[in-house]
T-cell receptor, first 112, second 114 residues
């Protein structure tokens, strides 16, 4: 299976700060990358997708992709307590059957 | 339907019992994924369908696990002779196309084997 690695955390940031979540992947030809948010006891919810090198912004969320370094990150600006969740990085394996592989997730806690 | 629907939401099985978990993907979605998620872990890939074709089943942990999607829509994950280590949340996701498009999850089935 392809490797997708994340720091499991927990990552704690104060309310209003920037939270930075990182992910590395092993498949050099991957072209599609996703960030999911998962609240405790709930299923993963798609929050960002990114396909090209550089930054993609959506509200308080910014995804950053560097294919040369095989690195994708998620920045959350003005963090809110409601952002407290586990964030999962997912990568499509495009050498084979286009499966979607996940990292183990980073647990984020935003402290009021 | 409006979203991915899974049933049952919860299942308690006695060790050795067979179980069947159902996934109804978003209408028109060609790709369907099954994942197993243990507590505190990320989703682990089990198997992948494109329409009715099972393109990858490399993640199925043993030959007790079997998945099908006979008409390219609803999928069933079957676990035979359940063991305690099978206890987990089983997640189903679907996406509109095979190549790297966004996948959406159902609410999952929490299986507890006692």
């Amino acid at each position: 299976q392809k490797e997708v690695e994340q720091n499991s955390g927990p990552l704690s940031v104060p309310e209003g700060a920037i939270a930075s979540l990182n992910c590395t992947y092993s498949d050099r030809v991957s072209q599609s990358f996703f960030w999911y948010r998962q609240y405790s006891g709930k299923s993963p919810e798609l929050i960002m997708s990114i396909y090209s090198n550089g930054d993609k912004e959506d509200g308080r969320f910014t995804a950053q992709l560097n294919k040369a370094s095989q690195y994708v990150s998620l920045l959350i600006r003005d963090s809110q307590p409601s952002d407290s969740a586990t964030y999962l990085c997912a990568v499509v394996d495009q050498t084979g059957a286009n499966n979607l592989f996940f990292g183990t997730g980073t647990r984020l806690t935003v402290i009021p | 339907g409006a979203g991915v629907s899974q049933s049952p939401r919860y299942k308690v099985a006695k060790r050795g019992q067979d179980v069947a978990l159902r996934c109804d993907p978003i209408s028109g979605h060609v790709s369907l994924f099954w994942y197993q998620q243990a507590l505190g872990q990320g989703p682990e890939f089990l198997t992948y369908f494109q329409n009715e074709a099972q393109l990858d089943k490399s993640g199925l942990p043993s030959d007790r696990f079997f998945a099908e999607r006979p008409e390219g829509s609803v999928s069933t994950l079957k676990i035979q002779r359940t063991q305690q280590e099978d206890s987990a949340v089983y997640l189903c996701a679907s996406s509109s196309q095979g190549r790297g498009t966004e996948a959406f999850f159902g609410q999952g089935t929490r299986l507890t084997v006692v």
